[in-house]
């Protein structure tokens, strides 16, 4: 897809993703849509992946690491044909394998996350095992800004560039706000740039929102052999929803009648 496709997959992500979390009466819509354009980038062009097979091996692994905001990424899937859009309908019901936190018994969902801080350290496994085997494949892990308080992540770090994991990318959706408070506030990440760099990361700061500078970053992998990538995406938890950006209560407010009518009303 182009730059322009891209956005506009976007757009329908968001309406997808609000319209699930209303009707489920759920929480989590605030870090759902702060991901939204990159999950759109990836899905546009950058993965390689084929939703009629979705454990065909050459495909690339995505992992969510933020499990909880699962809403957009099932969007997202659905919207790329993995399963009917339909099926969204069962989102967070009782007895449905759509589960309010990412659940591998999803197609296109490589591992059940919601527990922070594990999914990097499968995706180093997966890609120190990918580079073993001589398979081209590459791993792609998002992650919040939160869960980086989390300790396993920074071993992870640690990890991957002493096992020279270049086929290894963490996209970070870096919105300042965490469960209880501002991310500076709660525990200081900055410089979050200087501290991945320390570690031995090619490191890249973009416009989580931006469709071309989200391209850009991901297109061009790796940055430097050898190396894994981190990219940190600036992004606006609730991005698209005025009433929602930057916004605390919107990590677990569910929309009401109202706010499910103007957000829909903003977004189209």
């Known amino acids: 897809m182009s730059k322009k496709n891209s956005e506009e997959f976007a757009k329908k992500i968001r309406l997808k993703t609000i319209e699930m979390v209303y009707k489920a009466k759920a929480s989590h819509?605030?870090?759902a849509l702060s991901m939204v354009d990159i999950l759109a980038a990836l899905y546009s062009g950058i993965l390689k992946y084929n939703p009629r097979k979705p454990k065909w091996n050459e495909r690339d692994r995505f992992l969510l690491s933020k499990g909880h905001a699962c809403t957009s990424l099932y969007a997202t899937l659905a919207l790329s044909g993995f399963f009917d859009v339909a099926e969204l309908d069962?989102?967070?019901?009782?007895g449905s394998i759509f589960l309010s936190h990412a659940s591998?018994?999803?197609q296109g969902v490589e591992l059940s996350t919601g527990s922070l801080g594990h999914a990097l350290p499968v995706g180093c496994g997966l890609a120190l095992a990918a580079k073993r085997k001589n398979e081209k494949h590459r791993i792609f892990i998002?992650?919040?800004?939160g869960e980086l308080d989390e300790g396993s992540n920074w071993e992870a770090i640690l990890f991957a560039?002493?096992?020279?994991?270049?086929?290894?990318?963490i996209i970070i959706d870096y919105n300042k706000i965490q469960s209880l408070g501002n991310v500076k506030d709660v525990l200081d990440l900055e410089p979050l740039s200087g501290k991945l760099k320390a570690f031995n990361w090619q490191t890249i700061e973009i416009d989580g929102h931006n469709h071309e500078q989200i391209f850009n970053a991901l297109s061009t992998l790796p940055k430097q052999k050898g190396i894994p990538t981190a990219i940190i995406a600036h992004t606006i938890k609730g991005k698209g929803v005025d009433f929602m950006e930057s916004k605390l209560?919107?990590?677990y407010k569910s929309p009401n009648d109202e706010d499910f009518r103007n957000a829909i009303k903003q977004i189209e």
């Open 29 to 31: 819509v605030g870090g």
């Open 161 to 169: 560039p002493k096992h020279n994991l270049d086929n290894l990318t």
């Open 249 to 251: 209560l919107w990590h």
């Open 104 to 106: 591998h018994k999803i």
């Open 142 to 145: 998002l992650l919040s800004d």
């Open 90 to 94: 069962n989102y967070a019901k009782d």
